[in-house]
T-cell receptor, first 113, second 112 residues
Framework: DGGITQSPKYLFRKEGQNVTLSCEQN?????MYWYRQDPGQGLRLIYY???????QKGDIAEGYSVSREKKESFPLTVTSAQKNPTAFYLC????????????FGNGTRLTVT | QKEVEQDPGPLSVPEGAIVSLNCTYS??????FMWYRQYSRKGPELLMY????GNKEDGRFTAQVDKSSKYISLFIRDSQPSDSATYLC????????????FGTGTRLTVIP
């Protein structure tokens, strides 16, 4: 079953705690992305990685960190420095840089109280 | 001014209607255009992907790009209740999604 797996589907944390969201893909796609989706604001890019061991900040990287140690995996850590972490987080992959579209996982809903 | 503008709706239509969803944009360099469908609590699913101007048809869905007007459309024929979702447009000026811009999405409800 090929695709993008995000886990967990729902995550609850107390304020001040770091939390890591998982994203795994078996599509053999080179690039991986993290987006945040909030009502009325559309998708905002947090981080992206086009090759293993390399990643770049997106538009809203503050308070987040990532790693890309394997092609298949691109975990996102939401740190306590992120001022408003409650959101729907989406991981996406892209086959290559040749204009191919993004493919998305089914997201993780993070709630921080 | 936002790079991509999309009417958030909500849009309600009766089953069987033709639906027209639209986005406008300001960057004339955009040349890759996408439409995604997103069901509640799910990730966006790619529906249509086009390059440059023109039409593309896939079943009940037709995507149109008018670069001269900086306007893209998605038409849904014979709409079904299962089409009820949020539709996102997205576009890019060049390869690499670090330059991908999304609309905020239009919520569509098809009433049986």
């Amino acid at each position: 079953d090929g695709g993008i797996t995000q886990s967990p589907k729902y995550l609850f944390r107390k304020e001040g705690q770091n939390v890591t969201l998982s994203c795994e893909q078996n599509l053999n796609h080179d690039a991986m992305y993290w987006y945040r989706q909030d009502p009325g604001q559309g998708l905002r890019l947090i981080y992206y990685s086009q090759i293993v061991n390399d990643f770049q900040k997106g538009d809203i990287a503050e308070g987040y960190s990532v790693s890309r140690e394997k092609k298949e995996s691109f975990p996102l850590t939401v740190t306590s420095a992120q001022k408003n972490p409650t959101a729907f987080y989406l991981c996406a992959t892209q086959r290559d840089r040749g204009g191919s579209p993004l493919h998305f996982g089914n997201g993780t809903r993070l709630t921080v109280t | 001014q936002k790079e991509v503008e999309q009417d958030p709706g909500p849009l309600s239509v009766p089953e069987g209607a033709i639906v027209s969803l639209n986005c406008t944009y300001s960057n004339s360099a955009f040349q890759y255009f996408m439409w995604y469908r997103q069901y509640s609590r799910k990730g966006p699913e790619l529906l249509m992907y086009t390059y440059s101007s023109g039409n593309k048809e896939d079943g009940r869905f037709t995507a149109q790009v008018d670069k001269s007007s900086k306007y893209i459309s998605l038409f849904i024929r014979d709409s079904q209740p299962s089409d009820s979702a949020t539709y996102l447009c997205a576009m890019s000026a060049r390869t690499g999604a670090n330059n991908l811009f999304f609309g905020t999405g239009t919520r569509l409800t098809v009433i049986p």
